[in-house]
């Protein structure tokens, strides 16, 4: 875990990288555990010798909310605490596109830019430009705009 961090200081990084997730891979037992959690089975998914036949990705391929939903422990690893902060929660999204498919058994991590920081007093809200990267991949496979509201002593630190 990485040390806290004041708001003030982590303000003055909008537009730079302050986080690095690790890798995780996206292994088939993975996209069938989201599958039945989620009730999406489709093939492409699912069923790796249909989806060698009939889809153009060579195999499955993680669902897009599943990517989307590894978001939140690539932040905790890779984003420090912000000092004082009582209660974080995740506040939406202003823009997500799936931009290439994760096949079965590769790796993926995510890259941190902090757009902006918004203050009130006890409170604020972080936007985050998030880079899904596939290892080894010409494309990454998601990018989105994550808003994460924050409550507490921020001016703390």
Same mark, same amino acid.
């Given at each position: ?9 982590l303000?003055q990084?909008i ?31 699912t069923?790796p ?12 391929? #993680?669902?897009g ?11 905790y ?7 004082g ?14 931009? #290439? ?11 941190f ?14 936007t985050?430009?998030?880079?899904v ?8 496979a998601?990018v989105a705009d994550?808003?994460h ?9």
């Open positions: 875990m990485q040390d806290a961090i004041t708001l003030a200081a303000a990084r537009g730079e990288e302050v986080g690095c997730s690790d890798w995780i891979t996206i292994d088939q037992p993975l996209i069938d555990s989201f599958a039945r959690l989620t009730g999406d089975d489709y093939f492409i998914h069923d010798a249909r989806a060698r036949a009939e889809a153009p990705f060579g195999g499955t391929v #993680a669902h909310f599943l990517t989307l939903s590894l978001l939140t422990p690539m932040a690893r890779a984003l420090p605490p912000v000092a902060r009582r209660l974080q929660v995740n506040y939406g999204f202003n823009r997500v596109r799936f931009v #290439a498919p994760v096949p079965a058994g590769r790796r993926i991590r995510g890259r830019m902090l757009l902006a920081c918004d203050r009130a007093p006890g409170e604020a809200t972080l985050w430009q998030v880079t990267e596939i290892e080894a991949a010409p494309r990454p998601l994550w808003l509201r924050l409550w507490g002593d921020l001016e703390a630190g």
